[in-house]
Each structure stands twice: as C-alpha cells, then as structure tokens.
C-alpha cells in the first residue's frame, strides 16, 4: 500500500541555522508532492507544492527538493526563526484522480532562540 | 484573503447522538473535502466531493457518514450515530482544481464524544 514517513521525532535547533525535513515514499509515483504547516489545534497550512520534473522550489527562506529516484523529498527553512516552530507535513494525492491527499505523520520542528 | 471557515469550533456530544459539522468552503473554489485527526496522530482523508456528488471516500467513511451541500456556500458532514471513536479534530478543505492545486483548510472542529 501507498506509504509515506516522515521522521517522527522532533527536530531541534537554534535560531539562525536551517533546518531539513524528510519526508520518504513507498509504492508511489506521484505527479505532485505538497508539504504544509500545522500548529497545535490548528488545520494545515499548504506552504509549497513540487512537480515531479522540478528538482527544486524555492519561497522566501523555504526551499522543497524533489528525488523521484530516491522517493524523496527534502524541505529546508534557512535562517530559522522561533516562530517557525510548528509541525512540518509532507502530502501526496492518492492513486486516484479526486484530490484525497495522504499526510504523513509530520515532523515537529522546534526553533530555539 | 478568503479563507475556509468551520462551525462549530467545539462539539461536545454523546456516543449514539447526531452531529453535524458545517464549512464554508472558499467561494470560487470547485472540490470540497473532509478530512480528520485523531489526537496525536496524522491527518487522514475522509471524502472528497465535487459537482455534487462524492468523488472518493475512505474506509472510515461508513454508513453512519454523509455529506451535503444543501446551498451554494456551505458543505456539511453529518454523523449519524456518534462511537467514541469519533473524537477528533475534523477539518474541512476546499481547491480550486485537483492534483496541481494546493489546498485551503478550515480551522477544525474538535468533536468530542461521551
């Protein structure tokens, strides 16, 4: 079955330096790859979206990479800051063609200052 | 800058009772969707729906399901019969297409049943 994992445990570093996000996939060849932010009690905020002939995509201090060989995505916040701790979530559109994204579990991501 | 929104914000209920959580979706926005999260856990599609009709559920999305869009603004899911299983934050989603198209979230509504 479709599988997407991201690594659960949180990830803490200090301010100022970047942080990397994976996010891996099993038994998948998406078009797509979405990755969005979710803080605590709130609903997920979309942040990029990467095609699979793009290798890389870049927004402010954010940047997505894309390894359709490896199954895998990377996603980078330079610069980091304390507010943007949250959890990371990597989402792929199901086989079928209606839109249904599969989230994977998240990484939380704690900037200290 | 429109944004999803979701009534009620909290919903206490008990198990065997009805419920109905209600969104409005962005309003130039075509696919409408469900999804839910269990404390702790991931967020997990439930329905997508679009031109009136569901397009796709999840296995999670049995008999005691629906979903409605009985005006042009709002896109309701209904639980027939609650089981304390159904405790979660359920979030409604809406996009303008499909696979290119990112999606808009609303704010959630934290079900809670007794």
């Known amino acids: 079955s479709q599988k997407i994992e991201q690594n659960s445990e949180a990830l803490n570093i200090q301010e100022g330096k970047t942080a990397t996000l994976t996010c891996n996939y099993t038994?998948?060849?998406?078009?797509?790859l979405q990755w969005y932010r979710q803080d605590p009690g709130r609903g997920p905020v979309f942040l990029l979206l990467?095609?699979?002939?793009?290798k890389e995509k870049r927004k402010e201090r954010l940047k997505v990479t894309f390894d359709t060989t490896l199954k895998q995505s990377l996603f980078h916040i330079t610069a980091s800051q304390p507010a943007d701790s949250a959890t990371y979530l990597c989402?792929?559109?199901?086989?079928?063609?209606?839109?249904?994204?599969?989230f994977g579990q998240g990484t939380t991501l704690q900037v200290k200052p | 800058e429109p944004e999803v929104t979701q009534t009620p914000s909290h919903q206490v209920t008990q198990m065997g009772q009805e419920v109905i959580l209600r969104c409005v979706p962005i309003?130039?926005?075509?696919?409408f969707y469900w999804y839910r999260q269990i404390l702790g856990q991931k967020v997990e599609f439930l329905v997508s729906?679009?031109?009136?009709?569901?397009?796709?559920k999840s296995e999670i999305f049995d008999d005691q399901f629906s979903v409605e869009r009985p005006d042009g603004s709002n896109f309701t899911l209904k639980i027939r019969s609650t089981k304390l299983e159904d405790s979660a934050m359920y979030f409604c989603?809406?996009?303008?297409?499909?696979?290119?198209?990112?999606?808009?979230f609303g704010p959630g509504t934290r079900l809670t049943v007794t």
């Open positions: 729906f679009y031109n009136n009709e569901i397009s796709e």
């Open positions: 309003s130039n926005h075509l696919y």
């Open positions: 989603a809406s996009s303008p297409g499909l696979l290119s198209y990112e999606q808009y």
């Open positions: 989402a792929l559109h199901g086989s079928s063609n209606t839109g249904k994204l599969i």
């Open positions: 038994n998948y060849s998406p078009a797509y």
């Open positions: 990467i095609r699979e002939n793009e």
